[in-house]
């Protein structure tokens, strides 16, 4: 009976609770939503791709785009582009209305910018992005379009020379160039000409009058007066790119000394010898040359090997009298004889069957280390170049000549005592070494040119050859090849 009589109760609790919930639903108040503004602007340059600001600030948006949903009002829109000068303007947007905005920055003076080209010599031709302009140095090129620009100068006797650029809006940008003059001296490197390398070994001409060299790192370089060509390890089969010899043989097939084997060119045939698949001793090749009954030598740092058709012949210690396996260098001369420069004993001779042996305490050569070593085909003339405190601290090094079985060794003049190459051609002698280039004629007379003397970039010179029109070539151990133009 106590339960059915609080029943009553229990509802009419139910319905002040359910009634409260209802009424606070009904009488809650929510915030009124903003409203939606409808004005609407599209914005367009020339050029596209400009930074878009609204009042100050980066939208992120770049033109062509648009800015919506834009409350009527008046707006400063502010353009921005690399190199050109803020475009700032206002514009009102009204509301349920599309507003469109174009802006051509070229049509403004001020958005362009000007080069001021200077050389030394003056009066060189401009040249502005490949195209002559009419002008010469001194000169200001006018409303240029901002952005990088290529300059040229050209003048008579003078190597062209170019740089870039960079013009900004409403500037000035200044240039100048010393123009290299090339009436007498011309220079290639690897930032001026196709040369892919500045240290350089070997020089020689092929009877088509081709230029090859060796460098150090690239390899084999071709340049036939026009274009470069490499031949390394990634273009060709040739063993290492470090080049320490060249000489032509017969006149067509060019056999490549390197520091890991041997390599012969024969037009576009290639073969390449080294200790694992011939007798040759050592992989570092040193030195090469043709004897007078066609035979080719090879002196290594561990023997020499004389090669005839497919017979090929080790001369070293155990066999010959060689006193040394290293071989230092190589040179034919027109009685047969092959020159032999022999590692700290001083040179031999052998002629097929005899040896001879020229030292320091035989003939008072001025060392025993040969560095350097040729002979005149026509003089018969040996020429030798000795490193200076090898191995005994009194060697003097220097050059010692041989004729009639005579040496003369007092070159007191020389620049250095270091001899890098020694190249006869006819009636002159060229002596290279690391302070300078000598030049030896038929008269007695010698010439040293330097970087004091003359234009070349370098002392150490690694070969010096002329060519067929009197023009002589020199290469440098670390500033490329030089070309001094006949007088």
């Excluded at 009877?207 to 390394?232: A, H, I, P, Q």
């Excluded at 390197?258 to 060119?265: F, I, P, R, S």
């Excluded at 047969?336 to 069957?353: A, E, N």
């Excluded at 234009?455 to 023009?471: F, H, M, V, W």
Aim: hydrophobic letters at 35%; aromatic letters at 10%.
């Amino acid at each position: 009976m106590r339960i059915l009589k609080t029943l009553p109760a229990m509802f009419c609790l139910l319905a002040v609770i359910t009634l409260s919930f209802s009424c606070d639903k009904d009488v809650s108040v929510s915030p009124p939503d903003p409203p939606v503004h409808t004005g609407y602007l599209f914005i367009n340059s020339n050029p596209p791709g400009t930074s878009i600001y609204l009042n100050g600030k980066n939208t992120g948006r770049h033109t062509p785009d648009s800015l919506s949903w834009m409350e009527g009002a008046e707006y400063r829109i502010t353009l921005k582009y690399p190199l050109y000068m803020d475009t700032t303007f206002s514009v009102s947007i009204e509301e349920d209305k599309k507003k469109e905005v174009f802006i051509d920055y070229y049509s403004n003076p001020l958005m362009y910018g000007k080069i001021s080209c200077e050389t030394t010599p003056d009066n060189a031709i401009i040249f502005l992005d490949g195209l002559n302009t009419g002008k010469l140095t001194p000169a200001t090129l006018e409303g240029l379009i901002p952005g990088t620009h290529r300059i040229k100068y050209r003048k008579t006797g003078c190597r062209d020379d170019s740089l870039q650029a960079v013009v900004e809006s409403n500037k000035v940008k200044y240039t100048y160039v010393q123009l290299i003059d090339t009436t007498e001296w011309v220079t290639y490197n690897s930032k001026n000409s196709g040369l892919p390398v500045d240290r350089l070994t070997q020089l020689l001409f092929d009877k088509n009058e081709v230029m090859w060299l060796g460098t150090l790192g690239e390899g084999v370089v071709r340049y036939d007066g026009l274009s470069w060509k490499s031949f390394n390890t990634t273009t060709s089969p040739i063993p290492n790119n470090y080049v320490t010899v060249l000489t032509f043989v017969n006149q067509t097939n060019l056999w490549i000394g390197t520091k890991d084997g041997l390599a012969v060119m024969s037009g576009n045939s290639w073969s390449v010898y080294k200790k694992e698949n011939s007798i040759l001793p050592d992989n570092y090749i040193t030195s090469i040359c043709q004897d007078k009954s066609g035979a080719v030598w090879v002196g290594t740092m561990q023997g020499l090997v004389r090669i005839q058709g497919s017979n090929w012949q080790l001369f070293n210690k155990s066999n010959s009298p060689l006193a040394s396996n290293l071989i230092q260098g190589l040179a034919a001369s027109p009685d047969g004889r092959v020159w032999i420069g022999v590692g700290l004993f001083g040179l031999m001779t052998f002629d097929g069957t005899k040896w001879n042996s020229h030292t320091k305490e035989k003939y008072g050569l001025p060392g025993h280390d040969i560095t350097a070593l040729a002979v005149g085909q026509t003089s018969g003339q040996v020429w030798a170049g000795f490193s200076r405190n090898i191995p005994q601290g009194e060697d003097e090094g220097g050059l010692a000549v041989q004729e009639n079985n005579s040496w003369r060794t007092n070159y007191t003049a020389l620049p250095s005592r270091y001899i890098t190459n020694i190249i006869i051609q006819n009636d002159v002698v060229w002596v290279c070494t690391d302070r300078g280039l000598l030049k030896f004629s038929d008269t007695g007379h010698w010439a040293v040119w330097n970087t004091g003397s003359t234009k070349l970039p370098s002392n150490y010179i690694t070969c010096a050859r002329e060519d067929s029109r009197g023009n002589v070539w020199i290469t440098t151990a670390n500033s490329g090849l030089v070309k001094r133009k006949r007088n």
